[in-house]
């Protein structure tokens, strides 16, 4: 299959113009990890200079809603500080009163975080499923979100909100429903497109969704063409959005990275890889990725030096955490490499390549039951996880 022969065309100014818009909205909701994509996406464009009419366009923009009074403002301004500083209860306590749509998102996402937090912190101590109490929490917002709905007082980013709790109360078809209905709102809003990614189970579903017609859409499908194992379909899109005008997104070339890498174009993968890091050199996504890449082709040089660099960087990142202990695995140090899939584990639970790798490290030791927990547990968690599946072959 030729996997550069999708065309797609790009209204380059155009995108840059929504950008510039949505990256004001997601920044101010404290929404990072779409704030640092589209910023990424932005800075791929960066050579097509702005024209006039972009400019006048983005600054012509109308405020969507007013942030309300003074009171509301201070108040807003104070839950975000706590917000930054990851006392999301005590954000929350403080933007309650907020009605607001900027308000009433910063204090239900406060308190979908915190639920998030106590969860992940009871199963890295205690190995437990989330208990009771924090699927409550998840229980009451929902009820809280759905009066809203009903009044039709959600905006995109508090209908992401609420399609994610319902996700996460297994509520699958209505949040589905849900994310779309954000997505039509708001096109560019990177985190909705994630969250129904990972409901798209198959290929069949991912065609029966009514989705809007935008370049996002592009990135979405191939996406989800990754997770699930499309690996060819996913590399003509990418192709045809780099020939498109995004050649120098680092996002499109990781996801090709690891297009590759589950293709096992080992030496295509790795050439990517390389020109990451030479592009953005403190970069710690996807490096886990590279380093599997590094272990299975041995080169232990450029693993144990990938592992110096990842720890100068952030030596508590779940990356790091990988890339260190893929390269103790590889000089057969099973237990310290146990250690550190168990450390990238305590800091991100939901971790599942961590936990794969871990489960490879109890059969070496020959721990063939803790081994097939860690790949049961992966498996529950994503049943398109096909390395866990292979495992527990």
């Not at 499908?221 to 194992?229: D, G, N, S, V």
């Not at 090709?256 to 990517?272: K, T």
Request: net charge negative; proline share 2%.
């Amino acid at each position: 299959m030729d996997s550069s022969n999708l065309e797609i065309v790009l209204d380059v100014h155009s995108m840059k113009r929504e950008i510039t818009r949505v990256l004001k909205e997601t920044s101010s909701r404290g929404l990072l990890n779409t704030t640092k994509w589209l910023a990424e996406i932005n800075f791929a464009l960066r050579i097509y200079p702005e024209n006039t009419d972009t400019m006048m366009s983005t600054s012509s923009i109308p405020e969507k809603e007013s942030t309300g009074s003074p009171e509301d403002k201070d108040a807003f301004c104070l839950a975000k500080s706590y917000f930054h500083l990851k006392e999301y209860d005590r954000a929350a306590f403080f933007s309650k009163p907020l009605t607001s749509h900027r308000g009433r998102f910063l204090h239900f996402y406060c308190r979908y975080l915190s639920s998030e937090k106590k969860r992940l912190d009871d199963m890295a101590e205690n190995s437990n499923n989330p208990d009771d109490n924090q699927m409550g929490v998840l229980r009451q917002m929902r009820a809280e979100l759905e009066k809203l709905h009903q009044r039709d007082e959600l905006d995109a980013y508090l209908l992401y909100i609420y399609g994610v709790v319902l996700r996460k109360l297994s509520i699958s078809e209505l949040a589905i429903t849900v994310l779309i209905q954000s997505i039509t709102k708001e096109p560019l809003h990177w985190g909705s497109w994630q969250e129904l990614s990972t409901m798209v189970t198959t290929r069949e579903k991912l065609y029966s969704l009514q989705l809007p017609d935008t370049w996002i859409r592009h990135l979405f499908t191939a996406h989800t063409y990754l997770e699930l194992q499309q690996n060819e379909e996913a590399l003509q899109i990418y192709f045809g959005l780099s020939s498109a005008g995004l050649q120098n997104s680092t996002y499109i070339m990781a996801q090709i990275a690891i297009a590759f890498h589950n293709l096992r174009r080992v030496e295509e993968a790795l050439e990517y890889f390389k020109n990451l890091s030479e592009i953005d050199p403190y970069r710690l996504d996807n490096m886990d990725v590279y380093s599997n890449m590094l272990y299975v082709t041995e080169k232990r040089v450029e693993l144990a030096h990938l592992a110096h660099k990842t720890n100068q960087i952030d030596k508590y990142r779940t990356e790091t955490c990988c890339v260190i202990g893929n390269y103790y695995s590889h000089s057969s140090q099973h237990e310290k490499a146990a250690q550190y899939f168990q450390r990238a584990l305590k800091l991100n639970p939901g971790y599942l390549s961590a936990l794969t790798l871990l489960g490879h490290e109890y059969m070496e030791m020959k721990n063939t039951n803790a081994a097939i927990e860690c790949y049961r547990t992966s498996v529950d968690i994503d049943g398109k996880d096909f390395r866990a599946w292979y495992g527990l072959g």
